[in-house]
């Protein structure tokens, strides 16, 4: 089992900054490939970033590339997600998830992720 709980989530203006963080416990998250999704109000939970276990390979939604970044540390066992020029549209509750990827297409797909932590709320203000 791998519990995740995030952190560093708040209130924003727009064009403002917020780093989320991740950590993990439970077990090492260096075999797991991690992701960041969010979820605004009533719409359905969608993949931001993902990098694998070595931090190698990333994987950023065209809605946040340029702007987001996604990072790990393994002797941490932390995973985190930079978030630079914000927009009310990034507005949401995000979630990190562990994930054992197998292909590529995994890194973006909700039902590869195995486990999941509670959220924290981004809100950014016009």
């Known amino acids: 089992q791998v519990q995740l709980v995030e952190s560093g989530g708040g209130l924003v203006q727009a064009g403002g900054s917020l780093r989320l963080s991740c950590a993990a416990s439970?077990?090492?998250?260096?075999?797991?490939?991690m992701g960041w999704f969010r979820q605004p109000p009533g719409r359905e939970r969608e993949c931001v970033a993902a990098i694998s276990w070595s931090g190698v390979t990333t994987y950023y939604a065209d809605s946040v590339k340029g702007r987001f970044t996604i990072s790990r540390d393994n002797a941490k066992n932390t995973v985190y997600l930079r978030m630079n020029s914000l927009r009310p549209e990034d507005t949401a509750v995000y979630f990190c998830?562990?994930?054992?990827?197998?292909?590529?297409?995994?890194?973006?797909?909700?039902?590869?992720?195995?486990?999941w932590g509670q959220g924290t709320q981004v809100t950014v203000s016009s």
């Open positions: 439970g077990r090492a998250l260096n075999k797991y490939a």
């Open positions: 998830a562990a994930a054992v990827v197998s292909k590529s297409s995994d890194y973006y797909s909700l039902s590869a992720y195995e486990y």
